[in-house]
């Protein structure tokens, strides 16, 4: 775990070797450093790709801060009144258990979920109401002065419920079509639906979503385009065609973020494309989201946890290159309790011994313990052992590193060639991504940089561009942008990764819309960051080999010159 110390160039090179190479590195270094200016686009290239995205994720990112904000309160009220009852009770105890927790290493096992579980959770949450329900309209029902559409409401049906004039009127030639699409759907036809949907969808993109066209708010606009999508969903679902559903998934969540059925369905059609470290990460985000929107129905929250954690449970089990062990802990971990970690996962995993990672970037969380409104939910270290040393090298190397980039060039700066080009694809593809995913499975709000998956993602998407594998690419973009869309509910972002997200989005949209300009994607820009960090890394290696050989030299001769003067 010590590639990262390692690779603080500047004060190693300055404190060991002050030769006249160290102007250069220390020079380029501090371009190196001043890179994130690289990574904001300007004003001419917003306003051309994705300006109305852009909009949309500076609203949502205020929004977001709002829920978190009336969340943080409850949630201080909750703790006071928590710690005047801790007052009353005999003291000791709690702190007993941090000890515990912190003293013995604990393998936490994943128990196993029959499948009829998981299909009982689907049927209560994702195919909802399906017979009665002709539509669903997210809209908020609170009373803080946030904007509809960030609180995630319950399934309403507009048809069966009175009074409920407050909610926008949607346009009539939707609401027809609408009528039309569930009236299928409730006899089963479900490729008829599907077409009734998508004409629906149409509509609505043509702007006949709500009544009052040029007063309803984008937000408004995108809780109906978003049902749409989420009834095409699970259309598809039912049809057994998952791989029709994906982008539907993803746009459903990139149009309303906070509306945890959205995640759930996600994460269901993953569940069916046996991609089940994404499907985890999306149940966990589904119930972080009900909570975070004020969801209080605990039997929700439980059914919702069930499948995050059978979606583990199954993506541990049918890992083949690697092995996993969660470790609870209570307080910062030290060096010699992380080599305690890696001893205990020797005796434990005797088969995955070829590199051993344990990931320091954030604390994980598990679903049969995590507890959101806790301070904070119990967490654990996640040690991972390969039986590919070289995964587990770039998986260190990747989390040392301030912007993810995934670089094997034996000639950084030339273009790749197909055969390359292929060659890394299916690297990533098949060794680099899953492993991040399984990572991030449990994992709510780590760096927005390092380890995130979103942005390797683009860039995977990129190799995909260059091979014109059209359709896979559009999935991998849809995919990052619902990511980058549910980022700012999940972590406080700065202001600079603020400006990267707005960025990361608009280059994403015009990506999907086929639209090109002069300058490169934000991600490609990453990407030559880390080539030439990668660059200045081998120099410095070059450089401190050449210096110790040197070195090693001068003493041999040294040695020899003074043995000679004493033999004479």
């Known amino acids: 775990m010590d590639l990262g110390s390692s690779r603080n160039l500047e004060n190693r090179v300055n404190r060991d070797h002050p030769d006249q190479l160290v102007p250069k590195i220390n020079k380029k270094m501090s371009t190196l450093a001043n890179q994130p200016r690289i990574l904001k686009m300007s004003q001419e290239v917003k306003k051309s790709c994705g300006d109305k995205q852009v909009e949309i994720t500076v609203e949502r990112i205020k929004m977001a801060k709002r829920i978190k904000e009336k969340q943080s309160n409850d949630l201080e009220k909750l703790a006071f009144k928590r710690k005047a009852e801790n007052d009353e009770k005999p003291a000791g105890k709690k702190e007993a258990k941090i000890m515990e927790l912190d003293s013995t290493l604990i393998t936490m096992p994943l128990p196993h979920i029959p ?43 507009s048809l069966h419920v009175a009074n409920f004039n407050f909610l926008p009127q949607i346009d009539k030639w939707l609401q027809v079509a609408l009528k039309d699409a569930s009236s299928c759907y409730r006899q089963k036809k479900y490729a008829m639906a599907a077409g009734q949907f998508r004409t629906a969808l149409e509509l609505c993109s043509k702007g006949a979503a709500l009544g009052e066209r040029f007063e309803a708010s984008a937000e408004n606009i995108a809780s109906v385009a978003s049902f749409i999508e989420t009834k095409l969903v699970t259309c598809y679902l039912r049809m057994r065609k998952p791989d029709l559903a994906l982008n539907h998934a993803h746009r459903s969540i990139v149009l309303n973020p906070a509306y945890f059925r959205n995640h759930l369905r996600q994460a269901t059609v993953f569940r069916c494309l046996e991609r089940y470290s994404e499907a985890a990460r999306s149940a966990m ?24 954690q059978a979606m583990i449970e199954e993506a541990v089990t049918r890992a083949d290159s690697f092995s996993v062990m969660y470790t609870p802990c209570a307080t910062k971990i030290r060096a010699d309790k992380i080599e305690k970690v890696r001893e205990v996962f020797t005796k434990t995993h005797p088969a995955y011994v070829e590199y051993i990672y344990t990931d320091l970037q954030g604390l994980h969380m598990l679903p049969q313990t995590v507890d959101w409104s806790a301070f904070p939910p119990q967490q654990y ?86 091979l014109q594998r059209v359709k896979e690419q559009s999935q991998v973009v849809n995919q990052a942008m619902a990511e980058l869309a549910t980022i700012p509910y999940l972590q406080d972002i700065s202001q600079q990764e603020a400006e990267l997200l707005q960025s990361l989005m608009a280059d994403a949209m015009d990506t999907l819309e086929g639209r090109r300009n002069d ?28 210096k110790k050989l040197r070195t090693a030299r001068r003493q041999k001769t040294k040695l020899k010159r003074l043995q000679t003067v004493q033999q004479s």
Not at 119 to 148: C, H, Q, W
Request: glycine share 6%.
């Open 381 to 466: 270290l996640l040690t991972l052992g390969f039986k590919n040393k070289e995964d587990g090298k770039f998986l260190e190397k990747l989390s040392s590193r301030k912007l993810p980039t995934f670089t094997e060039h034996k000639t950084p700066f030339c273009l790749l060639t197909k055969e390359d080009t292929v060659r890394h694809m299916e690297t990533m593809g098949k060794r680099i991504l899953p492993i991040l995913d399984f990572i991030r499975s449990t994992l709510l709000n780590g760096s927005f940089y390092r380890c995130s998956g979103v942005v390797e993602k683009l860039q995977y998407a990129s190799l995909l561009s260059r």
């Open 519 to 546: 300058k490169e994607r934000v991600w490609n820009t990453i990407q030559k960051v880390g080539r030439i960090e990668d660059f200045l890394y081998q120099l410095e290696d070059s450089f401190l080999k050449t």
């Open 115 to 157: 499948l009829k579980n998981i299909m009982d959770v689907e049927a209560k949450l994702v195919y909802v109401d399906e017979e009665d329900v002709n539509y669903e309209f997210v809209e908020s029902f609170l009373s803080t002065g946030i904007r509809p559409s960030c609180q995630a409401a319950e399934t309403v049906d």
């Open 285 to 308: 985000i589904a119930d972080y989201m009900f909570w975070l929107c004020g969801g209080s129905g605990q039997y929700i929250s439980k059914l919702i946890k069930l499948y995050w």
